[in-house]
């Protein structure tokens, strides 16, 4: 899940984690930019006990919504694996990689693309009982 991009400093994001943690759900993320940099926002987001991996784009040079960083996700996380984003394009290119996706729709807008419109939750709280 891009998790780190989403929770932003939201309040839910902490919580959220540690109830899929306790679950046993193993939690990464994906990110466009390098593997420090994206370990440098999940600790500054308190988010590092939680957050086991980074795959980094750079691994792959290419950078979302190319297929290549998810499927590096999907080899990464070793089994199934379901993106959890914020960003409606987000969705699509880990959909297109063959990933199960739910959209955080915090603000209640349309689906911007036209594609089928995926599962969505409004906040991290609430993709935990995924």
């Not at 070793?78 to 969705?91: L, R, S």
């Not at 063959?98 to 915090?106: E, N």
């Not at 995926?118 to 709280?125: G, M, S, Y």
């Amino acid at each position: 899940p891009d998790l780190l991009a989403g929770a932003g400093g939201q309040s839910d994001a902490c919580g959220a984690l540690r109830r899929l943690q306790e679950r046993g759900v193993w939690i990464g993320t994906v990110r466009n930019g390098s593997a420090g940099a994206a370990e440098q926002l999940r600790d500054r987001g308190g988010l590092g006990r939680y957050v086991e991996q980074i795959p980094s784009c750079d691994q792959v040079e290419a950078f979302k919504p190319h297929p290549a960083p998810y499927q590096l996700a999907m080899r990464s996380f070793a089994g199934q694996a379901t993106m959890v984003a914020a960003h409606g394009w987000d969705i699509v290119g880990a959909r297109r990689a063959g990933l199960h996706t739910l959209w955080i729709d915090r603000e209640e807008r349309p689906w911007p693309f036209p594609f089928d419109e995926p599962r969505r939750d409004r906040d991290l709280a609430m993709a935990a009982v995924i």
